[in-house]
């Protein structure tokens, strides 16, 4: 099957339009501010998660879970 360079240029371009939206979605997370309060489950985020990753907004529980999910889909 041959699909011609039109095709492999076509692959390339949407993968380089997807790295590029990966990249500008992680740098719009880790610029916004984080909260001292778990979105999800409402409970204090610990002193030293919010120092290793300022922009969190939820705790590592509820982050592993909203990860998993998000991988689901």
Same mark, same amino acid.
């Given at each position: 099957m041959n699909f011609g360079? =039109?095709?492999f240029d076509q692959a390339s371009r949407r993968e380089? !339009? !997807?790295r590029e939206t990966l990249i500008a979605d992680a740098a719009h997370a880790v610029s916004? $501010? =984080?909260s001292a309060i778990c979105c999800d489950c409402e409970r204090p985020i610990p002193e030293d998660r919010r120092i290793a990753a300022p922009f969190a907004v939820r705790c590592i529980e509820c982050q $592993?879970?909203?990860e998993r999910e998000k991988s689901l889909r």
């Open positions: 360079n =039109g095709a380089q !339009e !997807e916004r $501010k =984080g $592993k879970i909203h």
